[in-house]
């Protein structure tokens, strides 16, 4: 069975820190490429950031560059987000993704909320 | 950057009805195009990638079409599993890019 299970989320106040983690198994993690997606409360999704299978690809949304960092470890499978500086409208469920279609495999999600 | 415009935002309809929700993005994405159905407390599930390739285990009752920068998700007959939240994403440059979504209601 295919799994990824996310956590790190939690309350943080602004310019706070949280790492975000995701464990994976039932798959060959490091074939796959992976993502963070966040939706903020009520509102639709935004893609994060994403890593290459080596890990030497990396790209950010314009509101995670400079502040927030992933990163993988294929012999843990397990992806992370490193998340500084975190603003307001961070506020949002993280979910891990692996995509190498047709397989689409997503986390549940963990919920970060940044507030005073 | 590569924006993606979903039309409607919300879609009322009836069990059995046929719908259809519009993606347009604002350059040729090559068909590097998914769409996600997504349900209230649930992570987002694949339904089409490639623009129309129908994800397994997805009910053939759900179609994808397009090319270029004009891409539709249509539900041949809707059933009330299908009331849920749709997303399209570009996956054809980074930054990767969402639909605002389509919401489609029990009428």
Partial sequence: EVRLVESGGGLVKPGGSLRLSCAASGFTFSDYNLHWVR?????????????????????YADSAKGRFTISRDNAKNSLYLQMNSLRVDDTAVYYC???????????????????? | DIQMTQSPATLSASVGDRVTI???????????????????????RLVIYRAATLQSGV??????????????????????????????????SFPLTFGGGTKVEIK
């Fill in chain 1, 39 to 59: 939706q903020a409360p009520g509102k639709g999704l935004e893609w994060v950031s994403s890593i290459s299978t080596s890990g030497e690809d990396i790209n």
């Fill in chain 1, 97 to 116: 993704a692996s995509r190498w279609l047709p397989n689409d495999y997503w986390g549940q999600g963990t919920l970060v909320t940044v507030s005073s």
């Fill in chain 2, 22 to 44: 519009t993606c347009r993005a604002s350059q040729t994405i090559t068909g590097w195009l998914a769409w996600y159905q997504q349900k209230p407390g649930k992570a987002p």
């Fill in chain 2, 59 to 92: 009910p053939s009752r759900f179609s994808g079409s397009g090319s270029g920068t004009e891409f539709t998700l249509t539900i041949s007959s809707l059933q009330p599993d299908d009331f849920a939240t749709y997303y399209c994403q570009q996956y054809d």
